[in-house]
């Protein structure tokens, strides 16, 4: 039975383990930039409020840092557990990205302990906020050779194989497919989009709860400001995205389109249900999968005929498709309305309804990155190593994978409440109110 083959089992405890660690992964690399740039803006306005955010940022980021370790510790492990065959391959040909991804977190870790060691030792602000600079640059240089790796698997070169042989290693050549460019620039858009909105989500959160602090309001119009352009970059890195998978992955981007026959002035698919090859109560957008796919609303698409039904992706990935880019219009949509009537003052973004819906923005940015991930992985179905290797050769023959995935579901389930008790009693022992009132009576301290 499928359920008790380890491949099966070996993929549902890898999409587990990836569909954890990704949330830590994106806020990993999203939050730095938001910690630096709160502390540069309120450098430039001499504004105390700002500098707290970037404070109070930092020491979560810390709980979330650690976390990520853990889980990203356990995906290093389950590479080696669950893939050998794949890693026997790849590993002697990308196995440089991996260990500069190591190297690049440590000069993270390390620039930031230091951050977070010498608050209030620095009489200039300037000079504080430099160690930032390193642990940004570290948190998307690790995000950069992960994604690296994965380009690799879904656009494999590098090498040749010849006689089952691997002959003509070039690791270089691997590290910079086709894929890299986008799919390296979608990541950090998006990391950077989703953290920007799950920190204006906790503002609007607390703000609901009662707190009218000009501290909150500042650091919901910071983060929805940051959100909205993030949003933007991300819309125009998907539709490059777009570009990149008709050229290289067709048979993903007409899965995931339900685009069953190869046509000029191919029209956009979203929603829907499918019956057979037959679409259902779809909304069709004429023209728009020509001008995603070629910029030409009359260009040819390649069709799921072009493919043997052995190599095509699951047809159900279309949904994530849809998830992702539904996600993604709302919050660049609903954050440009937030920046335009906060600019003219209306009052409709202040009422509870309206913040309920900002609240909404960090979940939904969160689940339009599962959606995302689960459609690049599972979008490069039957393939582990796109062309070279299915899923199936690649997989562990053991017969403890379900064991396993007990064993680190648990840790899972302690992990994600551990997290969510710490950061919620550390912020609940130190409200904004309690810090700017210590500040400033150590502020008046030293004047007398």
């Given amino acids: 039975m499928e359920f008790q083959d380890p491949a099966f ?19 990993g690399v999203g939050v730095p930039l938001m910690i630096m740039i709160a502390q540069w803006v309120g ?17 979560g980021f810390v709980i979330t840092v650690a ?3 853990v889980t990203g510790t356990a995906i290093g492990l389950q590479l080696s557990l669950l893939w050998p065959n794949f890693m ?36 200039d602000q300037r000079k504080h906020f430099l160690l930032l600079i390193p642990v940004a640059l570290g948190a998307a ?8 790796v994965n380009a690799f698997m879904n656009q494999p070169q590098g090498f040749e194989i010849l006689n089952g042989e691997m002959v003509n290693v070039s690791p270089l050549l691997a590290m910079f497919s086709p894929a890299v460019p986008t799919k390296v620039a ?29 501290y909150h309001k500042k650091a919901l119009f910071l983060t929805m400001k940051l959100g909205l352009v993030f949003a933007i970059a991300t ?17 993903k981007l007409a899965a995931a389109e339900w685009h069953f026959e190869t046509e000029e002035d191919a029209g956009l698919v979203m929603f829907g249900i499918l019956d057979g090859e037959e679409v259902k109560y779809a909304i069709r957008i004429p023209y728009a999968l020509s001008i995603l796919a070629h910029s030409n609303p009359f260009a040819e698409v390649t069709g799921l005929n072009e493919f043997p039904e052995d190599e095509r992706p699951p047809l159900w990935i279309h949904y994530l498709f849809d998830t992702m880019v539904t996600i993604g219009m709302w919050l660049a949509f609903f954050s440009f309305v937030y920046v335009v009537a906060a600019f003219r003052n209306w009052s409709f973004i202040r009422t509870r309804w309206f913040r309920w819906l900002t609240v909404a923005g960090g979940p939904l940015a969160l689940i339009a990155i599962e959606a995302g991930w689960w459609f690049t992985e599972v979008g490069r179905q039957p393939w582990i190593l796109r062309g070279h290797m299915r899923v199936s050769e690649g997989a562990t023959t053991s017969g403890n994978v379900d064991l396993m995935i007990v064993l680190f579901a648990g840790l899972y389930i302690i992990l994600g409440i551990g997290t969510a008790v710490v950061l919620t009693r550390m912020y609940k022992r130190n409200p904004v109110e309690k810090e700017l009132a210590a500040r400033e009576n150590a502020k008046g301290g030293e004047e007398e």
């Fill in 186 to 214: 979608h990541v950090m858009a998006t990391a950077f989009m989703t953290s920007a909105f799950v920190l204006a989500s906790i503002a609007a959160l607390r703000m609901l709860g009662g707190s009218n602090h000009i």
């Fill in 43 to 59: 450098i430039k306005k001499k504004d105390d409020h700002y500098i707290l955010l970037a404070r109070r940022w930092a020491r």
């Fill in 141 to 148: 240089a690790s995000s950069v050779f992960i994604t690296i």
């Fill in 88 to 123: 026997q391959l790849a590993g002697n040909v990308i196995a440089l990205p991996l260990f500069m991804e190591v190297f690049a977190f440590f000069f993270e870790a390390i620039f930031l302990g230091i951050y977070l060691y010498t608050w209030d030792r620095f009489e």
């Fill in 235 to 251: 819309a125009l890195i998907g539709d490059f995205s777009g570009k990149y998978l008709a050229e290289y992955q067709p048979e």
């Fill in 9 to 27: 089992l070996s993929r549902i405890l890898t999409l587990l383990t990836l569909s954890f660690h990704i949330l830590y992964a994106t806020i």
């Fill in 67 to 69: 976390v990520g370790v």
